[in-house]
């Protein structure tokens, strides 16, 4: 099989937590990545040079989208009383309709964060993320450069502390793993 399509196909049935690019070089794309079972997520979009307000056009940026909990209350509403003879015998019973509503419990988040770009098919950058969260007891696997369920879920225990319960990961736990490296020189060219 042609490396590109088992990548493809890899990618697909593991739903990759990264930048997966499909369009020519130098252009934008968008990818979502459906949530883990376990998670209530909306699922986590990524794409390049799409993100939040002022986001840069080369970097890569994931979009948590948690969805609005929303509850739904049926109510039997009276809308006549009943009504008694003289003696306290019912006449007419009570008349009720049904009301239903929904309410929000929770409203809709979105979660902007940068993601390396580097992951983009990139076997070694996944089997060196393995290793780094292999050494601090998040991914019990080899270290085989595939973004399987077993990554997508160790980067979502790594990050989860953070305050971000995604899979996709981001630049800042990317930076504190030691696989990507941020310098100002580089950013202004």
């Not at 060196?128 to 077993?150: E, I, W, Y």
């Not at 879920?153 to 971000?164: K, M, N, V, W």
Request: hydrophobic residues 40%.
């Amino acid at each position: 099989m042609h490396k590109s399509l088992l990548l493809a196909a890899v990618t697909g049935v593991f739903g990759l937590a990264a930048c997966q690019s499909t369009a020519p070089e130098g252009e934008s794309f968008t990818s979502v990545i459906a949530p883990s079972t376990n998670s209530g997520s909306g699922g986590v979009q990524v794409s390049r040079g799409v993100g939040p307000p002022n986001a840069d056009p080369q970097s890569c940026y994931g979009r948590e989208i948690e969805p609005a909990v929303i509850e739904t209350v049926t109510e039997q509403i009276m809308v006549e009383p009943e009504q008694l003879d003289r003696d306290g015998n019912v006449r007419r019973p009570a008349v009720f309709v049904t009301a239903t509503e929904q309410r929000i419990v929770e409203d809709r988040t979105e979660t902007w964060f940068e993601t390396p770009c580097a992951m983009e098919g990139n076997v070694e950058y996944i089997a060196n993320l393995q290793r780094a969260l292999s050494a601090r007891g998040h991914f019990a696997g080899a270290a085989s450069g595939v973004m399987d369920r077993a990554t997508v879920d160790a980067i979502r225990a790594y990050q989860q502390p953070q305050g971000l319960d995604s899979g996709v990961l981001s630049l800042a736990a990317a930076r504190q793993l030691g696989l990507s490296v941020w310098d100002p020189e580089l950013a202004q060219n």
